[in-house]
């Protein structure tokens, strides 16, 4: 015997559907964004670390100066 479904039910039943696929399409673009996020951050050559890190320059020195406490 099958059991009919009152709509408050079907109702229930769309937003479970509707909220596992928020999730599984959430989680695989979460993956896909880890995965390009990896391939960015891998430089090349050595010219690629050239120039990059931590520099401070004038308006940086301005800030620590007005954040002090």
Known sequence: MS??????????SGRRAFLK???VAGGA?????GQTAVA???PVGS???AGSGY???????DYYKTARL
Do not use: W, Y
């Not at 673009?29 to 964004?33: D, G, Q, R």
């Not at 520099?55 to 020195?61: A, F, K, L, V």
């Open 29 to 33: 673009a979460v993956l896909t964004s």
């Open 47 to 49: 010219d690629a670390q």
């Open 3 to 12: 059991k009919k479904q009152s709509p408050k039910e079907k109702n229930v």
């Open 55 to 61: 520099q401070e320059s004038g308006h940086i020195r």
């Open 21 to 23: 696929g928020a999730a």
């Open 40 to 42: 960015a951050s891998d």
